[in-house]
């Protein structure tokens, strides 16, 4: 249409006036919602809704100027499916910025349409938020929903309470905002599984994918996921600087995880249940550290079982004991000796069990060329809780009279069966199958996950205590092919009218390199033992007899003597460094 009378002119400029002053009426109105909500961190200051601007209410004056140029019909039309945005920008303000109403680093980008987003770095653990019209509180969205991101979907309420949500994973997370709808959503951005592990990349992987999965399926990515990281990753699963804790009990059971890096304080870090099938919980941790820590069920300490850093939590050091879970942050190396816990099912036997290994000071900062003799020892879990060998080690290698080995103690499932796994030569004896599981399961197992360890027979050595002394000889005479060390205290070679000693007197002269052999005096499996030292030496085997007298068939006495065995089964000048 061409305009060409003034009067025509004048018409038109009058329609757009009240246009004009139609639309100045539709702005952000007054809001009697304010600041965010009181959240669980009382220490953090909050902005009070008064400090927003106010709104005039007053309608602008439109004055029309009736000289103005002819509307040119050649000018383009307004794409009406990128709508101008209602507000001049949305930021987001929470717990993670001090509630700073108009931080750059937590302003979303109008898509068109009303639409709001971007990425915003958020922190591990729980973080509470509102979406903020022009960087005050006169308009704002919340709405009090909260839980754990996976990833999450609301529709905001006009100064509603806080969301409030625990963040897995520190970085980048994506928001978005429909200022017209006011439905809002956060889930894991871009770029958030960069530099992640494995397991942590599959966990972002697992969190965008979870909202959109039916319940069936849903239980299956979660149950697979969970299984993944007990078998693929150690746990905690360590990511930027934060680690995330996993546990697979009923989510009913209270769960709670306390550590060195908070006090050790209960009631602050409870997990949270991952779509309903296990429990999880990211906690914020130092970096280059190393951190101890227990899992609290239903307000139980224990160690989580699913961890494989232990350390003994010296309370008390007599009798049996309890381990507190250990895990390093990046940039952390290990100087001192460490203690892994492994879960070994046998193919002989129907009970798992636990092996516990003990790598020597130094074992993870020494040369790529380092490596180390190995010694598997029976009745592993007392030889550790009852007479701390570890210790022993420890003390002997930095005199000097003993080369670092590895230590692995190999623990049965109960003492039910101690009798019937460390005999032979009965009907009841199971001591052939758990030879057999040593030499063929537990060695190949500990030389594929410590690479470290020596590969040759010459630098395995086996030991143990009474009934473990003598199925440890056992194991080194029908297992002359696994092991050429072996050690035995206090042993109960009268087993079976002295089956053992009977062995080695009328069998194959096996290649065995050093065989130890200790007792208390007089009544501590003397007589047998000096017995199978004479019969040894009979048959061109080289020998240590080691006689303490007065000492008693116990764990103290066996502590006493732990180093003796250790400076001759691996000499300084056998093993150098």
Same mark, same amino acid.
């Given at each position: 249409?061409?305009?060409?009378?003034?009067?025509?002119?004048?018409?038109?400029?009058?329609?757009?006036?009240?246009?004009? *002053?139609?639309?100045?009426?539709?702005?952000?109105?007054? #809001?009697?919602?304010?600041?965010?909500?009181?959240?669980?961190?009382?220490?953090?200051?909050?902005?009070?809704?008064?400090?927003?601007?106010?709104?005039?209410?007053?309608?602008?004056?439109?004055?029309?100027?009736?000289?103005?140029?002819?509307?040119?019909?050649?000018?383009?039309?307004?794409?009406? &499916?990128?709508?101008?945005?209602?507000?001049?920008?949305?930021?987001?303000?929470?717990?993670?910025?001090?509630?700073?109403?108009?931080?750059?680093?937590?302003?979303?980008?109008?898509? +068109?349409?009303?639409?709001?987003?971007?990425?915003?770095?958020?922190?591990?653990?729980?973080?509470?938020?509102?979406?903020?019209?022009?960087?005050?509180?006169?308009?704002?969205?919340?709405?009090?929903?909260?839980?754990?991101?996976?990833?999450?979907?609301?529709?905001?309420?006009?100064?509603?309470?806080?969301?409030?949500?625990?963040?897995?994973?520190?970085? $980048?997370?994506?928001?978005?905002?429909?200022? +017209?709808?006011?439905?809002?959503?956060?889930?894991?951005?871009?770029?958030?599984?960069?530099?992640?592990? $494995?397991? +942590?990349?599959?966990?972002?992987?697992?969190?965008?994918?979870?909202?959109?999965?039916?319940?069936?399926?849903?239980?299956?990515?979660?149950?697979?996921?969970?299984?993944?990281?007990?078998?693929?990753?150690?746990?905690?699963?360590?990511?930027?600087?934060?680690?995330?804790?996993?546990?697979?009990? =009923?989510?009913?059971?209270?769960?709670?995880?306390?550590? &060195?890096? &908070? +006090?050790?304080?209960?009631?602050?870090?409870?997990?949270?249940?991952?779509?309903?099938?296990?429990?999880?919980?990211?906690?914020?941790?130092? /970096?280059?550290?190393?951190?101890?820590?227990?899992?609290?069920?239903?307000?139980?300490?224990?160690?989580?079982?699913?961890?494989?850093?232990?350390?003994?939590?010296?309370? $008390?050091?007599?009798?049996?004991?309890?381990?507190?879970?250990?895990?390093?942050?990046?940039?952390?190396?290990?100087?001192?000796?460490?203690?892994?816990?492994?879960?070994?099912? =046998?193919?002989?036997?129907?009970?798992?069990?636990?092996?516990?290994?003990?790598?020597?000071?130094?074992?993870?900062?020494?040369?790529?060329?380092?490596?180390?003799?190995?010694?598997?020892?029976?009745?592993?879990?007392?030889?550790?809780?009852?007479?701390?060998?570890?210790?022993?080690?420890?003390?002997?290698?930095?005199?000097?009279?003993?080369?670092?080995?590895? /230590?692995?103690?190999?623990? /049965?499932?109960?003492?039910?069966?101690?009798?019937?796994?460390?005999?032979?030569?009965?009907?009841?004896?199971?001591?052939?199958?758990?030879?057999?599981?040593?030499?063929?399961?537990?060695?190949?197992?500990?030389?594929?996950?410590?690479?470290?360890?020596?590969?040759?027979?010459?630098?395995? *050595?086996?030991?143990?205590? &009474?009934?473990?002394?003598?199925?440890?000889?056992?194991?080194?005479?029908?297992?002359?092919?696994?092991?050429?060390?072996?050690?035995?205290?206090?042993?109960?070679?009268?087993?079976?009218?002295?089956?053992?000693?009977?062995?080695?007197?009328?069998?194959?002269?096996?290649?065995?390199?050093?065989?130890?052999?200790?007792?208390?005096?007089?009544?501590?499996?003397?007589?047998?033992?000096?017995?199978?030292? #004479?019969?040894?030496?009979?048959?061109?085997?080289?020998?240590?007899?080691?006689?303490?007298?007065?000492?008693?068939?116990?764990?103290?006495?066996?502590?006493?003597?732990?180093?003796?065995?250790?400076?001759? /089964?691996?000499?300084?000048?056998?093993?150098?460094?």
């Amino acid at each position: 249409m061409h305009l060409t009378s003034p009067r025509d002119r004048r018409a038109v400029l009058t329609a757009l006036a009240a246009v004009t *002053a139609l639309l100045a009426g539709c702005g952000p109105q007054p #809001s009697t919602g304010g600041g965010p909500d009181p959240s669980p961190d009382a220490s953090v200051s909050r902005p009070d809704a008064s400090t927003g601007p106010t709104v005039d209410a007053t309608t602008p004056t439109v004055t029309v100027d009736a000289s103005a140029p002819a509307i040119d019909a050649s000018t383009p039309a307004v794409d009406a &499916s990128v709508a101008p945005a209602r507000y001049g920008k949305i930021t987001i303000a929470g717990s993670f910025n001090a509630w700073a109403v108009a931080d750059p680093a937590a302003t979303l980008s109008h898509q +068109g349409g009303g639409l709001w987003a971007g990425d915003v770095s958020l922190p591990v653990g729980r973080v509470d938020f509102k979406f903020l019209a022009d960087g005050a509180w006169a308009v704002n969205w919340g709405g009090g929903q909260a839980g754990l991101v996976p990833a999450q979907r609301g529709t905001g309420v006009q100064a509603g309470a806080n969301l409030g949500f625990e963040i897995p994973v520190a970085g $980048p997370w994506h928001l978005s905002l429909d200022e +017209g709808t006011g439905a809002w959503s956060i889930s894991p951005g871009p770029a958030l599984e960069a530099g992640l592990p $494995p397991a +942590g990349v599959a966990l972002v992987d697992l969190l965008r994918a979870l909202p959109d999965l039916a319940p069936t399926a849903l239980a299956a990515r979660v149950d697979a996921f969970v299984t993944a990281a007990r078998t693929t990753a150690e746990t905690p699963i360590v990511l930027r600087d934060s680690a995330l804790f996993l546990w697979l009990a =009923p989510v009913t059971t209270t769960v709670e995880v306390g550590g &060195s890096w &908070s +006090g050790w304080e209960a009631g602050r870090s409870a997990l949270v249940s991952l779509a309903g099938r296990a429990a999880y919980l990211a906690r914020s941790v130092p /970096l280059a550290q190393r951190h101890a820590y227990k899992l609290i069920i239903d307000g139980d300490w224990q160690r989580d079982p699913l961890a494989p850093e232990i350390e003994w939590d010296t309370i $008390p050091r007599a009798g049996y004991g309890d381990f507190n879970s250990v895990f390093a942050t990046a940039g952390y190396v290990w100087v001192g000796p460490h203690l892994r816990l492994l879960r070994v099912r =046998p193919a002989r036997f129907s009970a798992e069990r636990d092996v516990y290994v003990w790598l020597p000071p130094g074992y993870d900062a020494a040369p790529a060329t380092r490596s180390y003799p190995t010694l598997y020892i029976h009745d592993g879990n007392e030889a550790l809780t009852r007479s701390h060998f570890d210790e022993v080690a420890l003390t002997a290698i930095k005199a000097g009279r003993a080369a670092a080995p590895i /230590l692995v103690f190999v623990h /049965l499932p109960s003492g039910n069966v101690r009798m019937d796994e460390y005999t032979f030569a009965t009907t009841t004896a199971q001591g052939p199958a758990y030879a057999a599981f040593i030499a063929d399961e537990v060695v190949p197992l500990i030389e594929a996950r410590f690479s470290r360890a020596r590969r040759e027979r010459n630098a395995r *050595a086996t030991l143990g205590m &009474s009934l473990g002394g003598l199925i440890a000889y056992y194991i080194a005479y029908e297992r002359s092919d696994v092991f050429a060390r072996v050690g035995g205290m206090s042993s109960s070679f009268f087993w079976e009218s002295n089956a053992m000693i009977e062995r080695v007197r009328t069998g194959a002269v096996k290649p065995l390199a050093r065989c130890y052999l200790d007792s208390g005096s007089p009544n501590d499996n003397d007589d047998v033992t000096t017995l199978m030292n #004479s019969t040894l030496r009979m048959r061109g085997y080289e020998t240590l007899r080691i006689t303490a007298p007065g000492a008693a068939h116990d764990w103290p006495d066996w502590a006493a003597r732990f180093d003796e065995a250790l400076a001759y /089964l691996f000499s300084p000048t056998d093993f150098p460094d």
